[in-house]
């Protein structure tokens, strides 16, 4: 009962929210674009550079309403949310443009208004107001916990830790995890041990060698203000195939505070923000994949497969953006596509599209729109021919980050090289079927001829007699999917 009285006060709040949004709208267009992505897929960069192409004069040939000069101005404007963290984009523009390295990792919520002056193809003049909202990916791999109990997700993670290559780096935990009984009475020194090596275990996973996607509850690897509190101190038991939890057992305990997780971190973060979203984008570190081998491809395959299921997707319309408001528009984009040359980038797409077929079927069918794109937000190389011999290869020229390595050599942070990235299977699904080839960094054998993929500095700009702009490719189609249809 008390569950269900929840539920509906939950869904009062969400439809009062968005009858607000809806009719603020109506004298403000506004388009709350939500940017997600697991660590490391360059969340901070993507906002970074379209913010600065969109002030600067950037070239985008394909985002229809820029390139014919129908967009007069865009400028930044004050945020809506006051309980919110601006998004710090003077301060990435500096790293990427003046310090030449790439901006610190997104770690929390953060928001941007930018007010976007334009005129319609009848002449009409006419303002849109776009509000970028920054997450964390790992916070909406949260979002399923609502629909789970204590139970279910404890079984499916001690299951999920059994598989490899996770059982190796679980193995402190699992040891901890032998020792315990659900049924023993709780204790706090035990609970505590056992989130720690809960933890460890998931931040190993996340470790380059292995790039697990699948590791919830996100904030365990994010804490914030909520380090060391109750909420954030529980963990996955063996739990037996019957009984229940008892009153004053570890079951018991860890049980509560994982319900308190989900009422203080989970809820909060749906109700606020994400439920509030119009569009949305999702950007996948999928080069991170193929450097760890197969079994990091397929946990992204089944990370991007619980993350489509957490959007309420399906066209708007005005029931919809006032009782139950629905991402309408979503773009999947595989980042980093100037790590490989230019005939490369379709399979990348392809590799992508087929992580998120399934769930794209689905949510397809309900009416929304959604996409893949290869994409670099900032372009950190550009393509050359290289004598090889007698050969001439299609190879990229940049500057590798100090202390990248390649061939026993290793680079100083300040010296430009050519690489050989090499290509991408035809057919993308080789890669998930386990092609001889493909073993990735955590594998010890010797033959291993997997991908492998340097990371390079920011380009060094140049003004040419004007404004400095920075680099990308296809920035200018995303831009085109997410907002191109609003600006007529």
């Known amino acids: 009962m008390a569950a269900s009285l929840t539920g509906i006060v939950e869904e009062a709040r969400l439809s009062a929210r968005a009858l607000r949004d809806y009719g603020e709208s109506l004298f403000n267009p506004t388009v709350r674009l939500g940017v997600t992505g697991l660590s490391r897929a360059g969340k901070t960069v993507f906002i970074t550079a379209l913010i600065h192409g969109l002030i600067r004069g950037g ?7 820029f390139a014919s000069g129908r967009i007069a101005r865009a400028q930044l404007s004050p945020q809506p949310d006051d309980g919110v963290p601006r998004f710090a984009y003077e301060t990435h523009v500096s790293a990427l443009v003046e310090e030449r390295r790439w901006p610190s990792s997104t770690v929390d919520i953060s928001e941007l208004r930018l007010v976007i002056d334009y005129q319609r193809p009848n002449g009409a003049e006419r303002t849109l107001t776009l509000d970028i909202v920054d997450y964390p990916g790992e916070w909406l791999l949260d979002l399923p916990l609502l629909d789970k109990s204590y139970e279910q997700w404890a079984r499916e993670s001690v299951a999920l830790s059994r598989e490899a290559p996770r059982a190796h ?3 402190d935990w699992h040891a901890h995890l032998g020792m315990l009984s659900a049924e023993a009475p709780a204790d706090e020194q035990v609970t505590l041990r056992a989130a720690q090596l809960f933890t460890d275990y998931l931040r190993a996973c996340r470790d380059e060698r292995f790039a697990m996607s699948l590791l919830p509850p996100g904030r365990f690897l994010m804490p914030g203000n909520l380090a060391g509190s109750p909420a954030l101190t529980f963990a996955p038991l063996d739990l037996p195939a019957e009984g229940s939890a008892k009153d004053g057992s570890l079951w018991a305990m860890m049980r509560r505070r994982y319900e308190a997780y989900k009422d203080i971190v989970v809820r909060p973060f749906f109700r606020d923000h994400f439920a509030r979203l119009d569009r949305q984008i999702v950007l996948v570190d999928a080069l991170a994949a193929f450097n760890a081998g197969p079994e990091a491809l397929h946990d992204l395959e089944a990370a991007l497969s619980g993350i489509l ?3 309420r997707v399906g066209r708007s319309t005005l029931l919809s953006a006032l009782f139950r408001p629905r991402i309408d528009r979503i773009l999947f984009a595989a980042t980093k596509a100037d790590h490989l040359h230019h005939t490369s ?3 990348l797409e392809a590799v992508l599209r087929r992580a998120v077929d399934q769930a794209v079927a689905h949510a397809e069918s309900t009416g929304a729109m959604i996409d893949v794109v290869a994409l670099a937000a900032v372009r950190a190389t550009r393509e050359a021919m290289v004598a090889r011999g007698r050969d001439k290869l299609p190879s990229l ?3 590798p980050a100090a202390g990248e ?5 290793i680079f100083d942070g300040n010296t430009e090289v050519a690489t050989f990235p090499g290509d991408l ?4 699904a ?3 079927n386990g092609a001889e080839a493909f073993r990735g960094l955590s594998s010890d054998a010797a033959e291993a001829t997997d991908f492998r993929f340097l990371r390079f500095r920011p380009p060094l700009l140049e003004s040419n007699g004007g404004e400095p702009t920075l680099p990308h490719i296809r920035l200018d189609r995303a831009l085109q999917f997410l907002i191109g249809d609003r600006l007529l």
């Not at 070239?59 to 309403?65: I, L, N, S």
């Not at 390595?405 to 050599?409: K, L, R, V, Y």
């Open 59 to 65: 070239r985008f040939p394909v985002f229809e309403a």
């Open 345 to 347: 980038h379709d399979r």
């Open 309 to 311: 299921t957490c959007f």
């Open 430 to 432: 080789a890669l998930f």
């Open 169 to 171: 780096l679980a193995r």
């Open 397 to 399: 020229l940049g500057v």
């Open 405 to 409: 390595s390649a061939n026993g050599e």
């Open 425 to 428: 299977p035809d057919d993308a």
